[in-house]
Nanobody, 121 residues
Protein backbone atom coordinates (compact mmCIF):
# COMPACT_ATOMS: atom_id res chain seq x y z
CA UNK A 1 0.00 0.00 0.00
CA UNK A 2 1.26 3.44 -0.92
CA UNK A 3 -0.23 6.40 0.89
CA UNK A 4 -0.16 10.06 -0.11
CA UNK A 5 -1.31 12.73 2.31
CA UNK A 6 -2.28 16.20 1.12
CA UNK A 7 -4.27 19.26 2.12
CA UNK A 8 -2.04 20.85 4.71
CA UNK A 9 -1.33 24.54 4.83
CA UNK A 10 -1.35 27.69 6.89
CA UNK A 11 -4.57 28.66 8.66
CA UNK A 12 -5.53 31.06 11.41
CA UNK A 13 -6.73 29.82 14.77
CA UNK A 14 -10.41 28.92 14.59
CA UNK A 15 -10.17 28.01 10.93
CA UNK A 16 -10.64 24.70 9.16
CA UNK A 17 -8.72 22.41 6.83
CA UNK A 18 -9.45 19.13 5.11
CA UNK A 19 -6.68 16.58 4.74
CA UNK A 20 -6.83 13.74 2.24
CA UNK A 21 -5.05 10.39 2.22
CA UNK A 22 -5.02 8.60 -1.12
CA UNK A 23 -4.12 4.91 -1.10
CA UNK A 24 -2.88 2.85 -4.00
CA UNK A 25 -1.16 -0.43 -4.68
CA UNK A 26 -3.42 -2.92 -2.91
CA UNK A 27 -7.06 -3.42 -1.97
CA UNK A 28 -7.98 -0.62 0.35
CA UNK A 29 -9.58 -2.93 2.93
CA UNK A 30 -7.74 -1.63 5.90
CA UNK A 31 -7.91 0.63 8.88
CA UNK A 32 -6.50 4.05 8.10
CA UNK A 33 -5.38 6.46 10.77
CA UNK A 34 -4.01 9.95 11.04
CA UNK A 35 -1.07 10.70 13.29
CA UNK A 36 0.68 13.99 13.86
CA UNK A 37 4.10 15.06 15.01
CA UNK A 38 4.87 18.51 16.32
CA UNK A 39 8.46 19.78 16.51
CA UNK A 40 10.30 18.12 19.39
CA UNK A 41 7.38 15.84 20.26
CA UNK A 42 6.47 12.22 19.75
CA UNK A 43 4.20 11.22 16.90
CA UNK A 44 0.69 10.90 18.32
CA UNK A 45 -2.53 9.26 17.22
CA UNK A 46 -5.21 11.66 15.99
CA UNK A 47 -8.01 9.58 14.51
CA UNK A 48 -8.71 6.31 12.74
CA UNK A 49 -11.39 4.69 10.61
CA UNK A 50 -12.06 1.08 9.72
CA UNK A 51 -13.10 -0.33 6.37
CA UNK A 52 -16.70 -0.22 7.60
CA UNK A 53 -16.30 3.40 8.78
CA UNK A 54 -16.13 2.81 12.49
CA UNK A 55 -14.19 5.74 13.91
CA UNK A 56 -12.08 6.65 16.91
CA UNK A 57 -10.54 9.96 17.99
CA UNK A 58 -7.78 11.08 20.27
CA UNK A 59 -8.94 13.11 23.26
CA UNK A 60 -7.37 16.35 22.07
CA UNK A 61 -9.38 16.44 18.83
CA UNK A 62 -12.74 15.00 19.84
CA UNK A 63 -15.58 17.23 18.72
CA UNK A 64 -13.33 19.26 16.40
CA UNK A 65 -11.93 16.74 13.91
CA UNK A 66 -13.97 14.33 11.82
CA UNK A 67 -12.68 11.40 9.80
CA UNK A 68 -14.42 9.78 6.84
CA UNK A 69 -13.58 7.60 3.88
CA UNK A 70 -14.70 7.05 0.31
CA UNK A 71 -13.75 3.50 -0.58
CA UNK A 72 -14.67 4.06 -4.23
CA UNK A 73 -11.91 6.67 -4.36
CA UNK A 74 -9.50 4.89 -2.01
CA UNK A 75 -9.39 8.09 0.01
CA UNK A 76 -9.68 8.94 3.69
CA UNK A 77 -10.43 12.49 4.77
CA UNK A 78 -9.75 14.36 7.98
CA UNK A 79 -11.83 17.49 8.45
CA UNK A 80 -10.27 19.72 11.08
CA UNK A 81 -12.40 22.46 12.58
CA UNK A 82 -11.72 25.11 15.20
CA UNK A 83 -8.00 24.68 14.72
CA UNK A 84 -5.63 25.77 17.48
CA UNK A 85 -1.93 26.64 17.43
CA UNK A 86 -1.37 23.40 19.36
CA UNK A 87 -2.61 21.50 16.30
CA UNK A 88 0.44 22.65 14.34
CA UNK A 89 2.28 19.53 13.20
CA UNK A 90 3.13 17.31 10.29
CA UNK A 91 0.16 15.03 9.75
CA UNK A 92 0.73 11.50 8.52
CA UNK A 93 -1.74 8.90 7.35
CA UNK A 94 -1.06 5.25 8.05
CA UNK A 95 -2.73 1.94 7.24
CA UNK A 96 -2.84 -1.54 8.66
CA UNK A 97 -4.66 -4.71 7.64
CA UNK A 98 -5.81 -6.11 10.97
CA UNK A 99 -9.11 -5.31 12.68
CA UNK A 100 -9.85 -2.43 14.99
CA UNK A 101 -8.24 0.99 15.27
CA UNK A 102 -4.90 0.73 17.04
CA UNK A 103 -3.48 3.92 18.46
CA UNK A 104 0.13 2.74 18.66
CA UNK A 105 2.49 3.59 15.82
CA UNK A 106 4.09 0.11 15.53
CA UNK A 107 0.72 -1.40 14.69
CA UNK A 108 0.69 0.37 11.33
CA UNK A 109 2.58 -1.12 8.42
CA UNK A 110 2.21 1.59 5.80
CA UNK A 111 2.87 5.30 6.12
CA UNK A 112 2.46 8.34 3.89
CA UNK A 113 5.01 11.12 3.66
CA UNK A 114 3.10 13.68 5.70
CA UNK A 115 1.57 17.09 5.15
CA UNK A 116 2.34 20.17 7.24
CA UNK A 117 -0.44 22.00 9.07
CA UNK A 118 0.45 25.34 10.60
CA UNK A 119 -2.07 27.20 12.76
CA UNK A 120 -1.27 30.81 13.53
CA UNK A 121 -2.59 32.60 16.61
Amino acid sequence: VQLQASGGGLVQAGGSLRLSCLASGRTFSSTVAWFRQAPGKEREFVSGITWRSNTYYGDSVKGRFFISRDNTKNTVYLIMNNLRPADTAVYYCAAQQTSGIPTARPRYDYWGSGTLVTVSS
